[in-house]
């Protein structure tokens, strides 16, 4: 029962960092990344689709993201829903192809981001003590219900705080590699 409690725990902690690492792709870093459009949803025929369904996207060079509409007559709607976005970048286009070129960010604007990358890990972290915090509580009703002993549940509860431990840790490397990405010039 108790390596129920924390197997439960461990897959929502999982969610936790992987919903970090997603929300960390979609922060421009002055590098081209296609994370940065996947929220981007175009009217195509009445529909609202992702960009990867009605175009080609590339990444040619570190500093651009080229998108090649499968119909040109989509290349207004494209540009119109990147400039809705608000991602800061001005699209451009030869009738054929869209360019977004990213420009190349300013110290301050790093700081700032990176502040705002700690903020998402703090929340993070949150949410891993808030997973914590829930199997205790599992725990505990077990022992109240005598399902387990109560040496049972001091030995659990020291492997939930380890492994809560480990994933604080987990959220720590996926911010520490995210700063350095965005601190590198």
């Known amino acids: 029962?108790?390596?129920?409690?924390?197997?439960?725990?461990?897959?929502?902690?999982?969610?936790?960092?992987?919903?970090?690492?997603?929300?960390y792709q979609k922060i421009r870093t002055g590098r081209a990344n296609l994370g940065l459009l996947d929220d981007i949803r175009i009217d195509y025929y009445g529909t609202?689709?992702?960009?990867?369904?009605?175009?080609?996207?590339?990444?040619?060079?570190?500093r651009t993201i080229n998108l090649q509409p499968w119909e040109t007559k989509m290349i207004p709607v494209i540009?119109?829903?990147?400039?809705?976005?608000?991602?800061?970048?001005?699209p451009a286009n030869d009738g054929k192809v869209i360019r977004l070129n990213l420009p190349a960010l300013t110290e301050e604007r790093r700081k700032d981001i990176?502040?705002?990358?700690?903020?998402?890990?703090?929340?993070?972290?949150?949410?891993?003590?808030?997973n914590r915090r829930d199997a205790i509580d599992e725990l505990k009703k077990l022992e109240k219900n005598?399902?387990?002993?109560?040496?049972?549940?001091?030995r659990t509860e020291k492997e939930v705080q380890d492994v809560t431990n480990s994933y604080v840790a987990k959220i720590d490397e996926v911010l520490a590699h995210k700063e350095k990405e965005v601190m590198e010039v």
């Open 114 to 130: 990176v502040k705002q990358l700690k903020k998402m890990a703090e929340e993070a972290k949150v949410a891993a003590r808030n």
């Open 79 to 90: 540009e119109k829903a990147i400039m809705n976005a608000n991602l800061g970048i001005t």
């Open 146 to 154: 005598k399902k387990i002993s109560e040496d049972d549940l001091k």
């Open 1 to 23: 029962m108790t390596k129920e409690v924390i197997m439960h725990m461990k897959i929502h902690m999982d969610k936790t960092v992987e919903a970090l690492r997603r929300d």
């Open 48 to 62: 609202p689709s992702p960009l990867s369904q009605v175009a080609t996207l590339s990444v040619p060079e570190p």
